[in-house]
């Protein structure tokens, strides 16, 4: 299957994720002086996380992006709103620990991006409450502009106002965390959001036999490359372990995904009264169906253990 030059904005960002991947593992060689980051998620004596650890999580954290970048993409599918692929908002109840706080507020994000796309106002305004309610719980509500984000609710075309927004808060609670020394909740929120987007991809996709979302669904393999890299920093964190082998279980399917770049000359063309660099090089992805279907079954037992 071959893609077109005309890239997502999703490709451009995957794009500078493998860059920050790459970047991230020379400079862990550098810190640590290792391989096998067997300094990554030690602890001091008042039990902080160290800095390096810290260090890491942030850069990784911030280059994953995020889930409403995928909800587009399955927008752009031509698939019909379906309120019950996504978690229920009565289960927010049974969520009594920070960890089950953190990582379903990831889910409910993602899946509030879901329901903004499709201009659901009724369900948005409910999603949203349980947002709320998480973020309050987890102590870092105040970092989300709810009024700002109720007021795109009303306009399901304003995507990059919505996708700055979202953005931008995140970032605002991760740095926040950091300085909590709370980075663990960051991560369990940014893969929560990235296991439902992931899923609700995977079923829109195979529902609608899409290739061009199979494409992007295979392409989430650089994005999981960093969250395994990320789960793995937190070595004395029990809830992280277990998210590491069952994505890495993922990992196992997402090894028989192909991604190769054919590499062509780039050429200078004239856009705008301006000469530009064009990079002429394309990117062949085999992403066959059965391997979807297989996504497909790892990441809906990974997130059934999520939402409980």
């Known amino acids: 299957m071959k893609k077109s030059k005309k890239y997502y904005k999703l490709d451009i960002i995957l794009l500078a994720s493998a860059f920050s991947f790459f970047a991230l593992m020379s400079s862990c060689d550098k810190k640590e002086k290792t391989d096998d980051f067997s300094e990554l998620g030690k602890v001091d004596s008042s039990g902080k996380i160290n800095n390096a650890t810290s260090e890491l999580a942030a850069q990784v954290i911030k280059s994953i992006p995020p889930p409403i970048e995928m909800e587009s993409i399955i927008l752009n599918a031509g698939a019909p709103y379906d309120l019950n692929i996504l978690n229920a908002v009565e289960e927010y109840e049974k969520y009594s620990t920070n960890y089950h706080k953190a990582i379903n507020l990831g889910i409910y994000g993602a899946d509030l991006a879901y329901i903004n796309i499709y201009n659901r106002k009724e369900d948005a305004l409910s999603y949203l409450n349980t947002v709320i309610k998480l973020s309050d719980d987890l102590k870092v509500g105040q970092f989300f502009d709810f ?3 109720k007021r795109i609710a009303d306009n399901s075309k304003n995507l990059d106002s919505m996708l700055n927004i979202t953005t931008s808060n995140f970032e605002k609670m991760n740095n926040y965390l950091q300085d909590q020394n709370r980075s663990n909740l960051s991560m369990y929120m940014l893969t929560g959001g ?34 395994l890299l990320l789960l793995s920093c937190y070595k004395n964190d029990p809830n992280a372990i277990t998210l590491h082998n069952d994505l890495s279980e993922l990992k196992n399917t997402y090894n028989k995904i ?39 079954t790892s990441i809906s037992n990974t997130r059934k253990k999520i939402i409980g």
């Open 147 to 149: 009024e700002t984000i």
């Open 194 to 227: 990235w296991v439902e987007a992931l899923y609700v991809a995977c079923k829109v996709g195979l529902d609608k036999k899409n290739v061009p979302l199979y494409e992007k669904i295979a392409e989430q393999k650089i994005v999981l490359d960093q969250i």
């Open 258 to 296: 192909k991604i190769e770049t054919i590499y062509a000359e780039p050429t200078m063309v004239e856009e705008n009264g301006q000469l530009v660099v064009k990079d002429n090089s394309k990117t062949v992805i085999d992403a066959p169906e059965d391997v979807i279907k297989e996504i497909f």
